[in-house]
């Protein structure tokens, strides 16, 4: 027994391997070398728990959108509207009186801007019924003798499908009657939409009183944010830098969305004047609010301009016309102006932004697009300042 323990202890130390992870490799006539092994461990059941959490959370984000789109829509306006809250208290207007006016100037010039170009929206809209018999008339025309690819192979099948039963003395079977295509009912459109407009006002006083109240609490919320934060003093100045530069990247953005939409509603009501179609200020309006929505906005703007144009002149060469002055003046701003002033504000990938945005329209529809790009400016700006979430702002950064 003693003899057997002293011949394990006289052996050789490069044959023991205390660590798993390094891997003796023997080869003939030479000592046995060392290699680290390169397999990585992964834990595949926490792997398994972060995907199930991430799945969760999705379908939490999804469930509560009527909640949270209104909620970020007043956090995002009171942050634009903060400053001249605060450059009100400077001149001694009490905070209280200051948020009243702004919101009441707010309320009123939008309110007044609406009622100016009502006259112009309400002839588009009195419009649609004469241009939808257009369309349909000129397609009708386009269709006048020509046959589709798909009704010529149709008609050759029956025409195959009889040759062959008459070759076999059998009669071709009757061919069943087409299901009738279900009618449009005018009505249901326009509940539909009475019910998506009474949602929308109602969502969007509750964004007013949301953005009121945000604004009358002042830094009320930051001071407990810090305070929850914990009893170190480092922890707290991390917190106060992580608000301090969300707050500043939010106000240069919205400026930034401010100043572009304004620009490019300018430029189309000019060129579309112009021109000389019509309620061109209704359609530069509308060019700047679509606007707000990125790649998909100013597509959309394109094509209404350009039937339009094509519904009043009659002539293709018009309506491409229109409609490639509406794409250039978009690509015009959109590129030069908002990438410039995104690129100074954010520093932003604008591939990730991108994907962002698809991630974000896919999860809320038309309101993820609009909040797609604050929602990624303000994590990127957390995860540039914790130390677990540095990966996420290199993937999101320039």
């Known amino acids: 027994m003693n003899e057997s323990v002293e011949a394990a202890a006289q052996a050789p130390t490069a044959t023991r391997n205390p660590d798993p992870d390094i891997i003796p490799i023997e080869r003939p006539g030479v000592e046995p070398a060392l290699m680290v092994n390169p397999r990585v461990a992964v834990d595949a059941r926490g792997m398994a728990l972060c995907i199930l959490a991430g799945v969760a959370f999705l379908y939490a ?13 007043g956090i995002l306006i009171s942050y634009t509207l903060n400053p001249v809250v605060r450059a009100l208290e400077r001149i001694r207007i009490p905070r209280v009186l200051g948020t009243t006016l702004v919101m009441l100037v707010l309320t009123l010039g939008a309110a007044a801007a609406a009622n100016g170009l009502r006259a112009q929206f ?29 009704q010529q192979m149709q008609e050759a099948a029956s025409e195959i499908e ?34 998506g407009a009474v949602g929308f006002i109602g969502q969007a006083t509750m964004v007013l009183f ?13 001071r407990k944010l ?26 240069n953005y919205m400026f930034m ?49 350009g039937v339009t144009a094509f519904l009043q002149f009659g002539t293709a060469s018009t309506a491409l016309l229109v409609a490639g002055i509406s794409l250039g003046v978009a690509t015009v701003v959109g590129t030069f102006v908002t990438t410039w ?43 540039e300042h914790i130390e677990g979430l540095q990966s996420v702002a290199e993937l999101l950064g320039e």
């Open 61 to 73: 984000l999804q469930w509560s959108q009527k909640f949270l789109i209104p909620v970020v829509f």
């Open 341 to 383: 002033m995104t690129g100074r504000i954010a520093k932003m990938n604008a591939a990730a932004v991108f994907i962002g945005l698809l991630f974000w329209g896919w999860l809320w529809g038309v309101w993820g697009l609009l909040l797609g790009v604050p929602i990624i400016v303000v994590m990127k700006v957390i995860a």
């Open 210 to 222: 949301l953005v009121f109240f945000l604004l009358l609490s002042g830094d009320t919320f930051k």
């Open 162 to 195: 009889k040759a062959t039963s008459q070759a076999a003395g059998t009669r071709p079977a009757r061919s069943a009657p087409a299901p009738e295509a279900p009618k449009l009912r005018i009505s249901e459109l326009v509940n539909a939409g009475l019910l």
């Open 257 to 305: 969305l401010l100043v572009t939409n304004l620009m490019l509603a300018a430029m189309m009501w000019v060129a579309l004047r112009w021109i000389g179609l019509e309620n061109a200020g209704a359609w530069g309006a509308a060019a700047g609010l679509l606007h707000l929505i990125p790649y998909f906005g100013p597509l959309l703007i394109t094509i209404s301009t």
């Open 122 to 150: 309400q002839s588009i809209v009195d419009g649609l019924p004469e241009a939808a018999q257009k369309i349909s008339t000129a397609v009708a025309r386009a269709q006048q003798g020509k046959k589709s690819a798909i």
């Open 226 to 251: 810090v305070k929850l934060t914990g009893p170190r003093l480092s922890q707290k100045k991390i917190t106060v830098q992580i608000l301090d530069d969300i707050n500043t990247s939010i106000q």
